[in-house]
């Protein structure tokens, strides 16, 4: 797995071993940020990410590779934390990056998740998350004041799940690649978000 673009391009990653994370393929991480530059522009945006189910970080780590300011990881995985430390200091990213041990959904409603407010946040979780999971990490998000007015949201899932985006969140691009889906949604703030 290689970083695909920006100034850590050809950049190698490692990816957690066993069956516990799913990498996003190289084909629909170049089509998801090709769409992103599309609608952001050539440096996303310049802001916080936010890569919530990390797993190896690479989603995280092209985000920042194509201009994003800083990032923060959080990953529930032990292992997988130790993999994603050694990709953000294989790019040398350690300075503008956050690694969270812990559950992303649980952090953001304690209101206890570090280096926001987030301009883009990358969601792609482990297809057995359902989606009221999802629902509740943005609208704890949202409530915690940890998205810009304008934020993008990218949502990656497996063929069959249904995202209803609540008000104040537009949808403005669903793609499908095989038997992956993906939402890319812009949040409104005062919009109808909870």
Same mark, same amino acid.
């Given at each position: ?5 920006? !100034? ?6 490692? $990816? ?5 994370? #799913?990498?996003?393929?190289? #084909?629909?991480?170049? &089509? ?6 599309? /609608? ?17 970080? $690479? ?5 920042? &590779?194509?201009?994003?300011? #800083? ?10 934390? #130790? ?13 503008? !990056?956050?690694?969270?041990?812990? %559950?992303?959904?649980? /952090? ?10 987030? !301009?883009?946040?990358?969601? @792609? ?13 943005? &609208? ?5 004041? /940890?998205? +810009? %007015? ?19 969140? @537009? ?13 890319? +949604?812009?949040?409104?703030?005062? $919009?109808?978000? !909870?």
């Amino acid at each position: 797995m290689r970083v695909i673009a920006g !100034s850590y391009r050809g950049r190698t990653l490692l $990816a957690p071993k066993g069956e516990g994370t #799913r990498p996003t393929t190289d #084909r629909v991480r170049e &089509s998801l940020f090709s769409a992103l530059t599309s /609608l952001c522009g050539p440096e996303l945006g310049g802001g916080a990410v936010l890569d919530p189910f990390a797993g190896s970080g $690479a989603l995280g780590i092209e985000a920042l &590779s194509r201009g994003c300011t #800083r990032a923060t990881f959080v990953e529930l995985d032990r292992a997988a934390v #130790r993999i994603v430390e050694e990709n953000v200091a294989s790019v040398n990213a350690r300075s503008v !990056s956050k690694v969270i041990l812990g %559950d992303a959904v649980d /952090l953001a409603c304690r209101g206890r998740l570090e280096g926001g407010p987030f !301009s883009l946040l990358l969601l @792609d979780p482990p297809y057995r998350l359902a989606w009221c999971d999802i629902e509740g990490l943005t &609208s704890a998000l949202v409530d915690a004041d /940890l998205l +810009v %007015d304008g934020a993008v949201i990218t949502y990656e899932y497996a063929r069959g799940t249904v995202a209803e985006w609540p008000g104040g969140f @537009d949808l403005v691009r669903r793609k499908r690649y095989g038997t992956t889906g993906i939402d890319i +949604v812009i949040y409104e703030r005062g $919009a109808g978000a !909870s």
